[in-house]
């Protein structure tokens, strides 16, 4: 039997900070977060991963400070949404501190989804892709020249001077 070696967490680390460098510049970074966010509870679940503490987030939701819960994956640090316990377990570290930076990694993003989709097992939709895509620009307008009707339908009425 062919059977997949397990994924390790140095691997799936990796493949989660490759994730995460994606999806913060992602124009539709909503599947991304998904992925990572059930990665790192799976991992957590099964005590590969550890909780840190909590920290408040850079980015206020509706001008309203909020805390994110700080995980830690191999030599990687991620930020998830906490759960209602964590406040009661977990020391609130303050502020994030700019001057920490996860290790580099050369991953592509389509491998690191790979990996943390075989973990997770996940299976993705396929994308629907449309054949005759119209290219439509927010600048473009269609022109109307040349649009005469050929052959005229009505009559051409000639002019008498």
């Given at each position: 039997m062919n059977q997949a070696k397990p994924t390790s967490v140095a691997e799936l680390a990796m493949a989660l900070y490759t994730i995460n460098r994606h999806a913060k510049t992602a124009p539709e970074p909503k599947h991304l977060y998904f992925i990572k966010k059930e990665t790192i509870k799976k991992l957590l679940s099964e005590n590969q991963a550890k909780k840190i503490g909590l920290h408040f987030s850079d980015h206020p939701k509706f001008s309203n400070q909020h805390s994110t819960l700080l995980v830690?994956?191999?030599?990687?640090?991620?930020?998830?949404?906490?759960?209602?316990?964590?406040?009661n377990q977990l020391?609130?570290?303050?502020?994030l501190d700019q001057s920490y930076r996860n290790p580099q990694t050369k991953m592509s993003l389509s491998q690191a989804k790979k990996v943390v989709y075989r973990y997770i097992n996940f299976t993705p939709k396929p994308e629907k892709k449309s054949k005759n895509k119209k290219y439509t620009s927010s600048y473009y307008t269609p022109s109307s020249l040349g649009k005469m009707e050929w052959p005229p339908t009505k009559p051409y009425r000639k002019f008498e001077t």
């Amino acid at each position: 039997m062919n059977q997949a070696k397990p994924t390790s967490v140095a691997e799936l680390a990796m493949a989660l900070y490759t994730i995460n460098r994606h999806a913060k510049t992602a124009p539709e970074p909503k599947h991304l977060y998904f992925i990572k966010k059930e990665t790192i509870k799976k991992l957590l679940s099964e005590n590969q991963a550890k909780k840190i503490g909590l920290h408040f987030s850079d980015h206020p939701k509706f001008s309203n400070q909020h805390s994110t819960l700080l995980v830690k994956v191999d030599n990687y640090y991620f930020h998830i949404p906490p759960e209602k316990n964590d406040f009661n377990q977990l020391e609130h570290l303050g502020t994030l501190d700019q001057s920490y930076r996860n290790p580099q990694t050369k991953m592509s993003l389509s491998q690191a989804k790979k990996v943390v989709y075989r973990y997770i097992n996940f299976t993705p939709k396929p994308e629907k892709k449309s054949k005759n895509k119209k290219y439509t620009s927010s600048y473009y307008t269609p022109s109307s020249l040349g649009k005469m009707e050929w052959p005229p339908t009505k009559p051409y009425r000639k002019f008498e001077t």
